[in-house]
């Protein structure tokens, strides 16, 4: 499908990075980075970014392209989606089911016994369920980790949502075997929605002779490995009574950073930590609105940022959250840090908008989804900038992370295909068997 927006404000979001905005005043690099413009898309390609006068010339120069949507964007905001770089998306079913409790008490009495009884089916009635919430917060893909993967890519692919599978293993289910087999299924299929990274639950679910051979199998392919880490302090002190060293420190010495990867929470960390991240290149995938309803804490965000180190933001689960919000989390990231560290200017909203949309596409190996730029994958959103909550206009990025909300998500486009318009879904299934379904299988689950 070819579609062209017009007379949209367009925020890039490239790769070169011009997003420093000063407090006071527009100043010239988000003039060059917000501008009134166009953006093609051919297939699932962007095919053309700029300025209408540029367009003008290039339809001069290619006047046999045909058109199947030409859209209006009114002058609201076409910007890269947002890209959910921590998941658990058939958790949906622990939505609002499992609250009020710290994070062991909570996975050991609740959660672990309820996920036992998932089926296959399950898993995938409850990604749908997951994916629909994702499209109304302007996420354009995710990063899932979860028990079995066949499930979760089937869903995905139905709904045509970009999903990079993440690796689960630990000492109660999966298999570095089968993890390899999705690593080489996924990993080089560049045209595909669903790709794969090498990853495991944690260190305090997963014993060293498996975390080493996870070690060696990242060292097979050169690829980077991504975990649960440092969530609490109970793990950290836990960890330090098993090996001496803080789980960070663990696994660095078993090689498992030797080629990057990421740690989903990095809430308890020491100096040390923050150091052999950055030398690493360990991205740090941050989900406050999880760490802040757990009560596991409030990660030195501002403190990694500062230092060099790459952060990315994610949900975590619905069991969690409970809300797939991206909007939430960038405002609570923001706003914790400055609450944590006592200063008002920690961590301002430009910086914090790259962690959602470019630097999540980057912890996620989506190097071809991180910003409008030709050549690179169809994952747009449109923002409404004719709501209340982005009046006036002050300072376009601003309001999206302090006012924005999912009412201003106008238009999702997956891969080149609008998923989710005006508050309805085109993802070939009717969103309201999909919500039956999630809830016979909670009810189900309940009475077993």
Not at 122 to 145: H, K, N, P, W
Not at 222 to 227: E, F, K, L, S, T
Not at 360 to 367: C, F, P, S, T
Not at 435 to 447: P, Q, S, W
């Amino acid at each position: 499908m070819n579609v062209r927006f017009y007379n949209a404000k367009l925020l890039l979001l490239s790769s070169h990075d011009t997003m420093g905005i000063n407090e006071t005043e527009e100043t010239a690099a988000e003039k060059e980075e917000i501008f009134i413009g166009e953006v093609w898309v051919e297939g699932n390609r962007i095919t053309f970014a700029g300025t209408h006068a540029e367009a003008l010339q290039k339809s001069r120069e290619e006047s046999d392209i045909r058109w199947d949507r030409e859209m209006d964007c009114e002058g609201n905001l076409l910007m890269p989606g947002f890209k959910n770089a921590h998941t658990h998306s058939p958790m949906t079913f622990l939505r609002s089911f499992a609250d009020d409790m710290p994070l062991q008490e909570w996975l050991n009495q609740q959660v672990f016994p309820m996920e036992a009884k998932l089926t296959d089916r399950d898993m995938y009635e409850l990604t749908r369920l997951a994916i629909l919430e994702y499209l109304t917060s302007g996420v354009t893909a995710c990063f899932d980790m979860y028990l079995l993967t066949e499930p979760r890519v089937r869903a995905a692919l139905d709904c045509g949502f970009r999903m990079v599978i993440c690796g689960s293993v630990n000492d109660f289910t999966g298999s570095p075997e089968q993890m390899e087999q999705d690593y080489i299924r996924y990993r080089n299929n560049q045209d595909s929605l669903i790709s794969c990274q090498l990853g495991f639950h944690a260190e305090y679910t997963t014993g060293r002779d498996l975390l080493e051979q996870i070690a060696k199998m990242a060292d097979r392919y050169q690829a980077p490995v991504y975990m649960h880490l440092s969530e609490t302090r109970q793990e950290v002190e836990a960890c330090r009574k098993r090996y001496s060293m803080s789980p960070v420190e663990f696994l660095d010495s078993c090689g498992m950073f030797r080629y990057g990867g990421g740690g989903f929470h990095c809430v308890h960390v020491s100096e040390q930590d923050m150091e052999i991240l950055k030398e690493r290149g360990v991205f740090v995938i941050s989900n406050p609105a999880s760490n802040m309803k757990l009560a596991s804490g409030i990660a030195p965000i501002e403190e990694m940022e500062r230092r060099g180190i790459p952060i990315a933001i994610g949900t975590d689960g619905a069991a969690s959250n409970n809300c797939l919000d991206m909007f939430r989390e960038m405002y609570l990231l923001t706003g914790l840090q400055k609450l944590s560290t006592g200063n008002a200017s920690a961590l301002p909203a430009d910086k914090v908008l790259k962690m959602a949309a470019l630097n999540g596409a980057r912890a996620m190996g989506l190097i071809d989804c991180d910003g409008i730029a030709v050549g690179n994958k169809a994952d747009l959103i449109l923002i409404d900038l004719h709501r209340p909550n982005m009046q006036p206009q002050n300072h376009l990025v601003k309001n999206l992370v302090y006012s924005g909300s999912k009412e201003n998500i106008k238009l999702t486009m997956v891969d080149g295909k609008i998923l989710y318009e005006e508050h309805q879904f085109y993802i070939e299934a009717d969103p309201e068997e999909i919500y039956r379904k999630a809830n016979e299988i909670i009810t189900r689950i309940i009475r077993a």
